[in-house]
């Protein structure tokens, strides 16, 4: 189960208090009181597992390390350490608290998402040519404390949409190693899956249907994994009844979720191409040409379509 949108709270450590106490040593006088450690910050840190955010689906409180105490005879307590947690690339981190959003765009970036508390002062700070045995002190400052929502919004250069079961991870599959789940019935593929052709990333978005953007299906939940996807691949099925209507209804969708989802460099893929006769298949593309000239049929069965597909992914891989 992927885990792309969900609410936790954060709460970086307190600092230590600052510690009172005097110089133990024969002959020697004066304050010696350390002070507190700081409290450890939490730290989101990017990586390229899109199930990271499912440590989150019974934690949903990450609480940082206190700082340590001071000690007597100029011992300073030791700082916490910094809490770091791993997020999937393409995570909004949504601060409710704040207001404030930011993103984790890339592998092993790091956001300070709550920091630690400032730990206090002991009485051996205080010191002075007036105040030659303080007792002050300082307790530690707390640690920042918000509730986020993460949003993951996947990062792909394409994007495989289209009505379900179109062969869409079949073809994934094909070109990729993402060994995803196939079979003959709707909604086989129940969350976003990602593969990676050479450099490029590609993914494959779940079977959308009419009505995916007011909730129906499955879509709506996965809608906006293609809002960052830079090309769509839009699979439509040869053996289909009106491909015109098929393509209409997924646009559609797309632009009643995000208008600009519509603006972005687009294929045509007529798959399952096996299943109809050459005419019909030659019929079929005629008519996909007129929505887009870049349609292409493909059959996974079939090597020289396959391969008509990687030369467009090594063109587009040419001019990432």
Same mark, same amino acid.
């Given at each position: ?13 307190? &600092?230590? !208090? ?11 006088? &004066? ?74 765009? !890339? ?11 400032? &730990? ?127 393509? !209409? ?44 000239? !870049? ?26």
């Amino acid at each position: 189960m992927l885990i792309d949108d969900i609410k936790i709270e954060v709460s970086a450590g307190h &600092g230590g !208090k600052g510690c009172v106490a005097f110089n133990k040593n024969l002959m020697s006088l &004066g304050p010696a009181g350390g002070s507190g450690g700081h409290g450890g910050s939490v730290i989101f840190v990017g990586v390229s597992d899109l199930n990271a955010l499912n440590q989150f689906r019974f934690r949903k409180q990450v609480n940082a390390e206190n700082g340590r105490e001071g000690k007597g005879q100029f011992c300073d307590g030791p700082d916490a350490k910094n809490e770091m947690i791993k997020i999937p690339v393409g995570t909004v981190i949504n601060n409710l608290t704040t207001g404030e959003s930011q993103e984790i765009t !890339k592998v092993g970036q790091e956001i300070l998402i709550a920091k630690g508390g400032r &730990g206090g002062r002991g009485n051996f700070q205080f010191r002075g040519s007036k105040n030659t045995t303080p007792k002050e002190f300082e307790e530690g400052k707390p640690g920042q404390e918000f509730e986020l929502r993460l949003e993951l919004k996947m990062i792909a250069d394409i994007g495989f949409v289209g009505l379900p079961n179109l062969g869409k991870s079949s073809l994934l599959n094909e070109l990729t190693n993402a060994n995803v789940k196939v079979a003959n019935y709707q909604f086989t593929t129940l969350e976003p899956n990602l593969g990676v052709y050479n450099s490029l990333i590609l993914a494959d978005i779940p079977g959308l249907i009419e009505g995916a953007s007011d909730g129906k299906g499955l879509g709506i939940k996965f809608l906006k994994h293609v809002e960052r996807t830079k090309i769509i691949f839009h699979f439509l099925a040869a053996d289909s009844e009106d491909i015109t209507a098929d393509y !209409k209804t997924i646009r559609a969708e797309l632009g009643s979720f995000n208008p600009t989802l519509l603006e972005k460099p687009e294929y045509i893929v007529v798959s399952r191409s096996d299943t109809v006769t050459p005419e019909i298949l030659k019929e079929k593309l005629k008519e996909a040409k007129k929505i887009n000239k !870049k349609a292409i049929p493909i059959s996974i069965h079939d090597w020289d379509e396959i391969q008509k597909v990687k030369n467009i992914l090594n063109e587009l891989e040419k001019e990432k």
